[in-house]
Nanobody, 129 residues
Framework: QLQLVESGGGLVQPGGSLRLSCAAS????????IGWFRQAPGKGREEVSC????????NYADSVKGRFTISRDNAKNTVYLQMNRLKPEYTAVYYC??????????????????????WGQGTQVTVST
């Protein structure tokens, strides 16, 4: 059974850091583009960052550029999201998702919620004093 499991969320003060992990089971992540998305209370799900299946192309939402870094370790079948200099407005449930789009370059179009087929259950990130 194909499954994605997020971990690493928690409570952090503004300016702090967290690293989220997305571990896959039942399939190999190598052939999938992976995205991180988030949903704050009362808001829709939005893209945060994506990484291609081929070549490691990445895409970031403007709101997190320079603060977040997405990476993948295919040997561990895991994708990471390093989040630095966190802001209270980043508080949300963070989801990882997989897309079987075999693209070498991740465009904004390839980093949409609707482009992803398989989703994890999410991990809560709260940025607060």
């Amino acid at each position: 059974q194909l499954q994605l499991v997020e971990s690493g969320g928690g409570l952090v003060q503004p300016g702090g850091s967290l690293r989220l992990s997305c571990a896959a089971s039942g399939f190999t992540l190598d052939y999938y583009a992976i995205g991180w998305f988030r949903q704050a209370p009362g808001k829709g799900r939005e893209e945060v960052s994506c990484i291609s299946s081929i070549g490691g192309s990445t895409n970031y939402a403007d709101s997190v550029k320079g603060r977040f870094t997405i990476s993948r370790d295919n040997a561990k079948n895991t994708v990471y999201l390093q989040m630095n200099r966190l802001k209270p407005e980043y508080t949300a449930v963070y989801y990882c998702a997989a897309s079987n789009r075999g693209v070498a370059y991740i465009s904004d179009y390839d980093c949409r919620v609707g482009a992803y087929d398989y989703w994890g259950q999410g991990t809560q990130v709260t940025v607060s004093t």
